[in-house]
């Protein structure tokens, strides 16, 4: 049996527009100790869908405007809303750039990006139903002899008073 490869590095995505959800905010401090916001974007369509981008929205005195500017487009108005998660279903429209470190490591930044609309996230497909309503009574012909309900995979109590009898065993 041939042995697999080890994965490629994975290189920037070329600069462009991308549909992305935005997937968390984290508040960060940089090894310099200025404070930032840093969010987390992942492409949504296309050839790079799935690959995520990350967007520093630094906190000092000096960027402040710009950071008002990114945050006010989340609907953060207020530093003590960064300590909550964003809500979710956030989608921009993020411009991507190629930059080029002082050591020639090519790197992805982004320089700006637009909210375009709030979609609900898809429910996760094992996650219980939320419906409100009451889950409707199992007839006896859905389980096994066993008593094992095969379309919930609950096991069923099969004691007298579950199969209609009375408490002497008796109908």
Same mark, same amino acid.
């Given at each position: 049996?041939?042995?697999?490869?080890?994965?490629?590095?994975?290189?920037? #995505? /070329?600069? %462009? +527009?991308?549909?992305?959800?935005?997937?968390? %905010?984290?508040?960060?401090?940089?090894?310099?100790?200025?404070?930032?916001?840093?969010?987390?974007? $992942?492409?949504? $369509?296309?050839?790079?869908?799935?690959?995520?981008?990350?967007?520093?929205?630094?906190?000092? +005195?000096?960027? #402040?405007?710009?950071?008002?500017?990114?945050?006010?487009?989340?609907? @953060?108005?207020?530093?003590?809303?960064?300590?909550? /998660?964003?809500? $979710?279903?956030?989608?921009?429209?993020?411009?991507?750039?190629?930059?080029?470190?002082?050591?020639?490591?090519?790197?992805?930044? #982004?320089?700006?990006?637009? @909210?375009?609309?709030?979609?609900?996230?898809?429910?996760? /497909?094992?996650? /219980?139903?939320?419906?409100? $309503?009451? *889950?409707?009574?199992?007839? *006896?012909?859905?389980?096994?002899?066993? %008593?094992?309900?095969?379309?919930?995979?609950?096991?069923?109590?099969?004691?007298?008073?579950?199969?209609?009898?009375?408490?002497?065993?008796?109908?």
């Amino acid at each position: 049996m041939r042995k697999p490869w080890p994965a490629a590095d994975l290189k920037p #995505i /070329p600069p %462009g +527009e991308y549909r992305c959800r935005v997937m968390e %905010g984290a508040l960060f401090n940089s090894k310099g100790g200025t404070p930032g916001y840093k969010l987390t974007l $992942e492409v949504r $369509e296309g050839e790079h869908a799935g690959r995520r981008l990350w967007h520093d929205i630094w906190l000092s +005195e000096a960027a #402040i405007s710009l950071a008002k500017r990114d945050l006010g487009k989340l609907g @953060v108005m207020s530093l003590e809303q960064l300590e909550r /998660p964003l809500p $979710e279903g956030i989608i921009v429209v993020a411009k991507v750039a190629l930059r080029r470190g002082d050591s020639g490591e090519e790197f992805n930044r #982004i320089t700006r990006f637009e @909210v375009v609309a709030v979609e609900p996230p898809a429910p996760e /497909p094992y996650a /219980p139903k939320t419906t409100g $309503e009451p *889950e409707p009574e199992k007839a *006896e012909d859905d389980l096994d002899e066993g %008593g094992f309900d095969w379309s919930s995979g609950e096991q069923q109590d099969l004691s007298a008073s579950s199969r209609g009898q009375g408490g002497n065993g008796q109908p």
